[in-house]
């Protein structure tokens, strides 16, 4: 069975709505198993709640949290973010940070990855890749060698 795991950031659920239909596309393929996971929240509860997401990041803290062994277990990658002011969210930011390790040991070298985005405001930058990805390669250091 190939693995496909669906790593994602959704403050008030959009993205995580987007990686569903992601996951749904993903189990058309014969053999293929989708897996969502989010990345570790880095906001308290007492901000959450300042900017109206509280009841949404408790309605989806059902999703596993990411780990980097997902990572490396799985046969491929989507990542999925929201933007913030021109770059992905931080959230999302922080998690790929932690992915030196794995990059170190060639963990991810050769596995296929893809990603998927929105923004609030249509611009140049977010028509095509997700902000922060498209110019710093983040996502390939990432993945090193993603293919």
Known sequence: MCKIVIVQYSMYGHIYKMAEAVAEGVRQVAGCEAVITRVPETLSDEVLGMMGALDAQKSMAHIPVATLEDLAGADALIFGTPTRFGAMCGQM???????????MKGAL???PGSVFASSAKAGKISKVFPPGIQNQETLSAALDGVK
């Open 93 to 103: 930011r922080q998690f790929l940070d932690s992915t030196g390790g794995l990059w």
């Open 109 to 111: 070298t050769g596995k």
